[in-house]
Nanobody, 125 residues
Framework: QVQLVESGGGLVQAGGSLRLSCVAS????????MGWYRRAPGKQRELVAG???????NYTDSVKGRFTISRDNAKNTVYLQMNSLKPEDTAVYYC???????????????????WGQGTQVTVSS
């Protein structure tokens, strides 16, 4: 009933930029936090950046000053602008949204976490 679809990944040289997008669609009543996570080969998934519906943001230390998260609440879309990319940013990036559904007049679990399928980002040195 809910889909998160990411786009914008790819191969880029170190120092380059990419912009990821994620659109949430379906029977959505409200979205609280949206965020981006990543999983690098051989590592655990980590939070990259998050943004509340009010626009408050947080970032993992390794991307501060290089990545910018933003969202368009009217379009249920979150973005991740990635600049000055480094080889260590190589990972599969996943979109996350904590949201509440409204289906046939009934609300779903409050702020349930939904995930996208992931998009590969590869940074070459």
């Amino acid at each position: 009933q809910v889909q998160l679809v990411e786009s914008g990944g790819g191969l880029v040289q170190a120092g380059g930029s990419l912009r990821l997008s994620c659109v949430a669609s379906g029977s959505i009543f409200s979205i609280s936090v949206m965020g981006w996570y990543r999983r690098a080969p051989g590592k655990q998934r980590e939070l990259v950046a998050g943004i509340t519906s009010g626009g408050s943001t947080n970032y993992t230390d390794s991307v501060k000053g290089r990545f910018t998260i933003s969202r368009d609440n009217a379009k249920n879309t979150v973005y991740l602008q990635m600049n000055s990319l480094k080889p260590e940013d190589t990972a599969v990036y996943y979109c996350n949204a904590d949201l509440t559904t409204l289906i046939s007049g009934s609300y779903g679990p409050n702020k349930y976490a939904y995930w996208g399928q992931g998009t590969q980002v590869t940074v070459s040195s």
